[in-house]
């Protein structure tokens, strides 16, 4: 079980997405935080009464700065430490989004999900356990999303007599499935984080112009120190 479904809510399925290389970024000396220091309580996001912790996006950015100081991401690039929480904000709300799709369509993760998680859990073996595990959960979001949307898409497919439906569309079909249903869900994000989830499921920064993805199911975005795959994205100042 994933370190963010442990502190939001246990016991949700999955499934995967398109593989995305680890790509690495810098963040400015001082606009890492202290380990250690107190997190703000209350949650950083809910959907539909599921939550993720605002301690834990905290936690994670903290985590991201200690891989970045220790160079495990490269040398690259500069960003502020208020742009990456967004970037761990939206990607874990859109991951908790898609748990609770997940358990409401009874479908879960597969081998392509674990493909991400192990060469994001490879590339980071030179940090602590829970950095490595942390790091990995927010990078392997996308491939949650999309992975979850691909099994609900064959599922509904298969209903309509498609025993054999391609990848494309039944990834098609299990995109339409997760925005409809998320349409339905009552999402809130605390707003000083500047983050929101847009109606396509991607998420979006609320105090600049620069969207974080095309649609829901993007792997990669030029605009994030960690995109909407969540990966670091390279040379970003």
């Given at each position: 079980m994933s370190l963010h479904r442990a502190r939001a809510r246990a016991g949700r399925p999955a499934r995967p997405g398109r593989l995305a290389g680890v790509a690495a970024i810098a963040l400015l000396a001082s606009g890492c935080g202290v380990a250690g220091t107190d997190f703000q309580p209350g949650a950083a996001a809910t959907v539909d009464g599921g939550s993720l912790p605002t301690g834990t996006v905290d936690e994670y950015a903290t985590y991201f700065c200690e891989a970045l100081e220790s160079a495990a991401f490269g040398d690259v690039g500069a960003v502020a430490r208020a742009e990456l929480k967004q970037g761990v904000a939206g990607n874990l709300t859109r991951r908790l989004a898609a748990e609770q799709f997940a358990e409401e369509y009874a479908v879960d993760t597969g081998s392509y999900y674990e493909q991400v998680r192990t060469q994001a859990r490879e590339s980071l073996g030179d940090l602590p356990e829970d950095a490595r595990e942390a790091l990995v959960e927010v990078q392997s979001s996308e491939a949650y999303v999309n992975d979850v949307a691909l099994a609900a898409g064959?599922?509904?497919?298969?209903?309509?007599?498609?025993?054999?439906?391609?990848p494309d569309a039944a990834q098609e079909r299990g995109n339409q499935l997760f925005t409809q249903w998320l349409a339905d869900q009552d999402v809130e994000i605390d707003p000083s984080l500047g983050v929101e989830l847009a109606e396509d499921g991607s998420w979006v920064r609320t105090d600049t112009s620069t969207s974080v993805a095309g649609s829901a199911m993007a792997v990669v975005s030029a605009g994030s120190p960690v995109d909407e795959a969540g990966q670091p994205t390279p040379g970003y100042s």
């Open positions: 064959e599922e509904a497919l298969a209903a309509e007599g498609d025993d054999e439906p391609g």
